[in-house]
């Protein structure tokens, strides 16, 4: 037996170092720390995330070829806008027409059923459609919520990567904005809000204006919703983007430009209209919603804001179902993003949707907001000119960098979208959805029009039971009686209490 092998080997530490085995391991867990660190960096910092991009060019292989233009947003830069479904059906006004079938205000609104149902509902969409979308905590009235569950419910939403919108008839007092945004210790739960109030003269039961008889009578409500807003970013320092929603009918379509001329000088980011539609409630329903066309809705909106305010330039889905734009506003004037009769301001569109669309900003940091717009435009140096020269060109619309500066300096300076959004009659949804599950392409020029329209929907609601996405004027039409029908039962309105015999 040798000494060598009697005794303990030790291995001799090389003469350059005397780091012991320990310090080797905890060198090489700090490296792959700082690696997995460095690579989350580089995926939260690339302009469009990987499975954004899949999202994307899924949703384009998808859309029907009739939509697939060079002005069509879908699978280029966004999924399109999402929705939850009977999360809190219940509403406490009443409007003619109202979209919730007819046995929504029988069920009980249970926090505990809308945050569970939204958190699997988001997880689906997430799954789906990718980290990144736009979506609407809707499905009834949104404020009967407890301040707490709504505000679970948001931040449910922006867990799974959604920019929410509360979608509300407005009738709420500050104190309910408050507890929505701030925490029980007064401290603000998100940097930014969104809402989406409904205000028009086809609502009954609002406090103060149970049964307006014009939509000049509601603007005073309009006024205090939004100074809300304004209120809460000075009191709290928490930002708001805000929508006013109107549905329209023929009696109410000759208002829709006065509507329009007030609330563009309230500070509401959106205006949305919505023809009526024979969809939801049938004890609801009018007559000559049809006649409300979405062309007839575009031009009272013009003829109220004083001009043309293209919508061709840039497309959600089917031009049947939605138009929309954006303009820039500097006071009494408005000057639309985008052009479409100016070819460069096409051309300059088609550039940076191929090599920007996808990029998404919403709930991000204002550094990684940074990072990921120097690393698109070094990664593209050639569009810095393009995205200046169309900065030119909005500044000239919009009556020269001058004007637009002491409008700024004046607080008059802003972005207003518009939007017409088309839903369809249940009677003809529901024919060509049943086709459409079966695969097949109806014969009947109608109906292939609704499924033409259904296939580009641009407004999505989940169903992680069934593993399906649905368009929400099918959920509407076609599957809000029977759910509502399962949550009477399963949240009724007086529970029953079982007593021992
Ligand atoms: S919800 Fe209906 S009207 Fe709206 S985009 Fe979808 S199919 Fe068109």
């Known amino acids: 037996m040798t000494t060598e092998a009697t005794v303990p080997h030790r291995r001799r530490r090389p003469w350059f170092s005397n780091r012991t085995g320990g310090d080797v391991r905890r060198g090489a867990a700090a490296a792959g720390k700082t690696a997995a660190l460095l690579r989350s960096l580089e995926l939260a910092t690339r302009p469009v995330h990987p499975e954004s991009r899949a999202a994307l060019d899924r949703r384009w292989s998808e859309l029907p070829e009739h939509v697939k233009t060079p002005a069509q947003l879908l699978g280029r830069t966004a999924v399109g806008c999402e929705g939850t479904h009977g999360v809190f059906p219940k509403c406490n006004l009443t409007c003619t027409p109202c979209y919730h079938s007819a046995d929504a205000n029988k069920v009980r609104i249970d926090g505990g059923h809308t945050v569970t149902t939204v958190k699997e509902q988001l997880a689906f969409l997430r799954r789906l459609r990718g980290p990144r979308a736009h979506a609407q905590l809707i499905g009834g009235e949104v404020s009967l919520l407890p301040a707490e569950d709504h505000a679970a419910a948001l931040l449910a939403m922006r867990a799974a990567g959604r920019e929410p919108m509360s979608m509300t008839h407005g009738d709420f007092d500050y104190q309910y904005l408050l507890d929505v945004a701030l925490d029980p210790g007064g401290t603000p739960r998100f940097r930014k809000i969104s809402f989406a109030a409904h205000f028009d003269s086809l609502m009954r039961g609002r406090r103060g204006m149970p049964r307006p008889r014009t939509e000049a009578e509601l603007n005073p409500f309009r006024e205090r919703f939004a100074a809300m807003f304004t209120d ?11 929508a006013h929603n109107m549905t329209v009918t023929p009696a109410n379509i000759d208002q829709v430009a006065g509507v329009t001329s007030a609330v563009l ?3 509401f980011d959106m205006l949305s209209f919505q023809p009526a539609a024979y969809i939801g409630d049938d004890r609801r329903w009018g007559k000559g919603f049809t006649d409300v066309t979405i062309d007839a809705v575009w031009d009272r909106i013009e003829e109220g804001a004083g001009q043309r305010i293209p919508w061709q330039g840039t497309q959600f889905g089917d031009t049947r179902c939605n138009r929309t734009a954006v303009v820039l506003r500097t006071g009494e004037k408005q000057a639309p993003l985008l052009d479409p009769a100016d070819q460069k301001d096409l051309d300059a569109r088609d550039r940076l949707l191929a090599h920007f ?39 000239k619309r919009a009556g020269g960098l001058r004007h637009i500066i002491s409008a700024a300096r004046a607080g008059r300076l802003s972005l207003k979208t518009f939007v017409v959004h088309n839903f369809m009659d249940a ?52 599957l809000d009686p029977a759910e509502n029908a399962g949550l009477r039962k399963l949240l009724p309105l007086s529970p029953k209490v079982r007593t021992e015999p």
């Not at 809460?232 to 805000?242: C, F, P």
């Not at 550094?367 to 050639?382: Q, S």
Request: glycine share 8%; proline share 8%; hydrophobic share 40%.
């Open 265 to 267: 000088d309230m500070p």
């Open 357 to 395: 669309g996808g990029m998404y900003f919403g709930g991000t940091p204002n550094w990684v907001v940074a990072l990921k717009v120097m690393r698109a435009l070094l990664a593209h140096p050639r569009e810095v000119p393009v995205i200046l020269r169309f900065g030119r060109r909005l500044a």
């Open 232 to 242: 809460l970013k000075t009191d709290h320092g928490v930002s708001s983007y805000i």
């Open 427 to 478: 009677a003809d949804v529901a024919p060509a959805w049943d086709l459409m599950e079966k695969g097949v392409v109806s014969e009947d020029p109608k109906t292939r029009e609704v499924q033409e329209r259904l296939g580009a929907c641009m407004y999505t609601m989940s169903h992680p039971e069934t593993g399906k996405l649905v368009p929400a004027c099918v959920q509407h039409s076609v």
